[in-house]
T-cell receptor, first 109, second 114 residues
Framework: AQRVTQPEKLLSVFKGAPVELKCNYSYSGSPELFWYVQYSRQRLQLLLR??SRESIKGFTADLNKGETSFHLKKPFAQEEDSAMYYC???????????FGTGTRLLVSP | GAGVSQSPSNKVTEKGKDVELRCDPISGHTALYWYRQRLGQGLEFLIYFQGNSAPDKSGLPSDRFSAERTGESVSTLTIQRTQQEDSAVYLC????????????FGPGTRLTVL
């Protein structure tokens, strides 16, 4: 069965501190992994995907197949990073996304 | 151009009534998805349309739920005989090859069943 686990409901850090939002997945094949973000009063939007291997807004995520993890990291958190973050997977292109329950990141000044 | 739009933004209904939720995808997007988000939970997949192929209905929770799509445009999600557990935010997303299959989400419809 496909499953995405985000163990933390809330992560609270101070501005400038490193951030790591955890994501573990369960999938029998080779999934595509994504991080979506929802800022206050905005719609859900794609932050990054593992196949792109890019850094967006200073965030990176590395797919670790051995640990079945796709943790989202940023070395220095900013207040504007405060949002709800969802990890998601799909079996392949143009298929449904399976989402985790989300982690709310709060960055305090 | 405009993003994915959904209407209504909020819907309050009484238990047992039928509701229709509408989604207008981004023009030219061949794929359309419906998800549901209950309070405190992640998004649950409901149904997926891709071009003229048969829809993937594997996520529909019961036969009270159905959805239609007109060609590659508007989609309507219908919930018959609503129950309180149907209360959730219903999200629509669309994607296409041209967008490297990134799913673009609408603002959602918040459904409250009293």
């Amino acid at each position: 069965a496909q499953r995405v686990t985000q163990p933390e409901k809330l992560l609270s850090v101070f501005k400038g501190a490193p951030v790591e939002l955890k994501c573990n997945y369960s999938y029998s094949g080779s999934p595509e992994l994504f991080w979506y973000v929802q800022y206050s009063r905005q719609r859900l939007q794609l932050l990054l995907r593992h196949i792109s291997r890019e850094s967006i807004k200073g965030f990176t995520a590395d797919l670790n197949k051995g640990e079945t993890s796709f943790h989202l990291k940023k070395p220095f958190a900013q207040e504007e990073d405060s949002a709800m973050y969802y990890c998601a997977l799909s079996g392949h292109s143009f298929q449904k996304l399976v989402f985790g329950t989300g982690t709310r990141l709060l960055v305090s000044p | 151009g405009a993003g994915v739009s959904q209407s209504p933004s909020n819907k309050v209904t009484e238990k047992g009534k039928d509701v229709e939720l509408r989604c207008d995808p981004i023009s030219g997007h061949t794929a359309l998805y419906w998800y549901r988000q209950r309070l405190g939970q992640g998004l649950e997949f409901l149904i997926y349309f891709q071009g003229n192929s048969a829809p993937d209905k594997s996520g529909l929770p019961s036969d009270r739920f159905s959805a239609e799509r007109t060609g590659e445009s508007v989609s309507t999600l219908t919930i018959q005989r609503t129950q309180q557990e149907d209360s959730a935010v219903y999200l629509c997303a669309s994607s296409s090859l041209g967008s490297t299959d990134t799913q673009y989400f609408g603002p959602g419809t918040r459904l409250t069943v009293l």
